[in-house]
């Protein structure tokens, strides 16, 4: 059975930090482009970090570039997204989420497995 586990959500102050990880099984993970997509209630989900395990690429869209940063350990099959300088405007569910293949899509429904999701808020 393919399982994203997503875990590091919490509460933060703007300026401060904090670090989710997707723990990925039931797949290979070699192969795979692993992210992580945001939203808002009301608003439609945002990729905010992709990287293909295998290539090695990665992808930010403009609004959290030089922000987030994202890291894959293959070999224990985790993926980390580090946040930094945050914003209440990060506040979001944060979804972890994998597709097979090199390439980064950034259309959510191109995505096969998804995590359960992790609650971020950001306080001003």
């Known amino acids: 059975e393919v399982q994203l586990q997503a875990s590091g959500g919490g509460l933060v102050q703007a300026g401060g930090s904090l670090r989710l990880s997707c723990a990925a099984s039931g797949f290979s993970f070699d192969g795979y482009v692993i992210g992580w997509f945001r939203q808002v209630p009301g608003k439609e989900r945002e990729l905010v970090s992709c990287?293909?395990?295998?290539?090695?690429?990665?992808y930010y869209p403009d609004s959290v570039k030089g922000q987030f940063i994202i890291s894959s350990d293959n070999a224990k099959k985790t993926v980390n997204l580090q946040m930094n300088d945050l914003k209440p405007e990060d506040t979001a569910v944060y979804y972890c989420?994998?597709?097979?293949?090199?390439?980064?899509?950034?259309?959510?429904?191109?995505?096969?497995?998804w995590g359960q999701g992790t609650l971020v808020t950001v306080s001003s």
């Open positions: 989420v994998a597709k097979d293949g090199d390439r980064i899509y950034h259309d959510h429904w191109m995505y096969d497995y």
């Open positions: 990287i293909s395990s295998t290539a090695g690429s990665t």
